[in-house]
């Protein structure tokens, strides 16, 4: 299974931590960015992330910035894409059962053994096909204004 992971600036170490991690585990990463902790426009970084996972060339992604909120925001912005702002295991796995999201957003200010945790709570559940769960993702996936 292939894992996107990109970062705004305050990320970038976390990223490192997550990418050994996630190999560990089994999971080939592919870093969509960015490589230095100078400061950088992070929704850029989250459009190419929410792009890869849109056309299949990842299967999940994970986003991180100083809080998380930023790089959702962005990353819903993408057509098909279901990113989460994530604080714990319960919400990962919420939001995977429920909403079968496809981005996970993480704070780079969360202690990395609830990190790893979350991460691995949100790629290890499987949604859930109750019709009312696919009736509710199937009208955020087709809305438009």
Known sequence: MKIGIATDHHGVG????LTNYLTKLGYNVVNY???TTDPVDYP????KLGEAVRDKIVDYGIVICN???GVSIACNKVKGIRCAKVNDEWEAKMTRLDNDANVLA???RLPIDKIYNIIRTFLETTP???ERHIRRRE???NYHD
């Open 14 to 17: 976390l990223k490192q931590e």
């Open 33 to 35: 960015g960015p490589d």
């Open 44 to 47: 850029i970084y989250a459009f």
């Open 67 to 69: 809080t998380g909120i």
């Open 106 to 108: 993480l704070g780079s």
């Open 128 to 130: 859930s096909n109750e």
């Open 139 to 141: 009208m955020i996936n």
